[in-house]
């Protein structure tokens, strides 16, 4: 079993930037982690992953606005999230497929 712990959420205006951290409570050395969200009244949607081997990808909706990125020294995942729009309203959280574990979500709203 592995703790995912999300920080970083918060109230932002559109266009502007925010950046979230998952903090696992295992090594994420070598494993793929990703960000998902959901937003009020939809399903989960996948964001972002980061491969063992730092290759990225995202989903279009965010793409060139969104960037993952990991620290495998301190077990921590980010998603830098710039340009943000209303639309990227939602919970976010982080995904470790090793362990199958989801954290608890950090909200995001854009609003002005």
């Known amino acids: 079993q592995v703790q995912l712990v999300e920080s970083g959420g918060g109230l932002v205006q559109p266009g502007g930037s925010l950046t979230l951290s998952c903090a696992a409570s295992r090594s994420i050395f070598g494993l793929p982690m990703a960000w998902y969200r959901q937003a009020p009244g939809k399903s989960r949607e996948w964001v972002a992953t980061?491969?063992?081997?730092?290759?990225?990808t995202s989903a279009n909706s965010v793409k060139g606005r969104f960037t993952i990125a990991r620290d495998s020294a301190k077990n921590t995942i980010f998603l830098q999230m710039n340009t943000l729009k209303p639309e990227d309203t939602a919970v976010y959280y982080c995904?470790?497929?090793?362990?199958?574990?989801w954290g608890q979500g950090t909200q995001v709203t854009v609003s002005s």
């Open positions: 980061i491969t063992g081997l730092n290759t990225t």
């Open positions: 995904y470790f497929p090793a362990y199958g574990s």
